[in-house]
């Protein structure tokens, strides 16, 4: 039997894993974690905010430039890191590149009362992404907003979005559980009370409407709101694995504040090392076939006990 969370005892996360593999994490410096990469998975440095944040926005010119005209193209985004959505929208409007044939999929929406929010909702993930990065395109530029998908509570719609176009990216951020999108790690109970899903079958989860993780909620509060955790749906629709393994490229951005030091270290190195486990749902990329990590040096820390 598997060790009880430290913070959530009716969940499966990371603090349920073996001490031997946490600490490992833990020792790991930055070149350790530079010489986990591997053929499938690259990891990347990067000491300045403005490079790191440009570096993010190219890979959305970059997947939208290989759009032709019968032969759609797009990618797959986040809302968190959002630092880099107003260089796309530069970048596109500079270079005047023409996104008629380019799609976007959102990663995710909040979920009230059993629907998706509006872009009346203040921490609303399609109202952020207007108005960091589409509503700052020329509109002679900008692709028709029928190609922009969020998910809604009619899964099945948006999942045939994705017979749309091809995805050529997938880009996100690490939350604190160690989710991508959010896919937080499983409830324990029934067949998995006492270990989590295998891999193979977390891994048939496709778009879906979810539960969030203690700690996702406390990380959103802190990251969106102040620590306003009253204000945070305790659910959400998000894409699952179906998605994110059609996706050519999965590209996770760390500038060091959505997840810890530990974080970026235990995941860096689970799937460096092929280590996949539902308990640490980022873990799982183990298995995809091409998956980026990109650092902000600054903000990859130190797992030194430092008492303020």
Not at 51 to 73: D, M, S, T
Request: aromatic share 10%; hydrophobic share 40%; proline share 9%.
């Amino acid at each position: 039997m598997r060790a009880i969370s430290k913070v959530a005892p009716g969940w499966w996360d990371y603090t349920t894993l073996d001490r031997e593999l946490l600490d490992d994490a833990a020792r790991l410096t930055e070149q350790d974690v530079l010489a986990l990469s591997r053929p499938g998975f690259q990891v990347k440095f990067y000491d300045t905010v403005q490079e790191f944040y440009l570096a993010e926005a190219l890979e959305y010119i970059e997947a939208w430039r290989q759009a032709r005209p019968g032969q759609p193209a797009g990618l797959c985004g986040p809302i968190g890191p959002t630092e880099q959505l107003p260089l796309v929208a530069q970048l596109v409007n500079a270079l005047e590149l023409d996104l008629r044939d380019c799609h976007y999929w959102g990663m995710d929406e909040w979920v009230v009362d059993g629907k998706a929010v509006s872009r009346d909702f203040p921490l609303g993930f399609a109202r952020t992404a207007f108005e960091l990065c589409f509503d700052r395109i020329d509109p002679r530029l900008r692709m028709p907003e029928s190609q922009i998908h969020f998910p809604t509570e009619d899964i099945p719609r948006f999942r045939a979005t994705w017979d749309q176009a091809r995805c050529v990216l997938m880009q996100g951020g690490q939350g604190e559980v160690k989710h991508w999108a959010f896919n937080d790690p499983p409830k324990r109970g029934g067949a998995y009370q006492d270990a989590p899903p295998p891999p193979a079958e977390i891994r048939k989860l496709a778009t879906r409407l979810v539960d969030l993780h203690p700690m996702t909620l406390m990380q959103n509060a802190r990251t969106s709101g102040g620590g306003t955790v009253q204000n945070v749906p305790h659910q959400a629709l998000t894409v699952g694995p179906a998605e994110t393994w059609r996706a050519e490229t999965v590209s996770i951005w760390h500038p060091g504040h959505h997840d810890n030091p530990f974080g970026m270290r235990l995941t860096s190195l689970m799937i460096g090392k092929r280590v996949p486990d539902a308990a640490v749902p980022m873990s799982l990329l183990a298995d995809h076939p091409d998956v980026r990590f990109s650092f902000l040096r600054p903000g990859f820390g130190t797992c030194q006990v430092e008492m303020h």
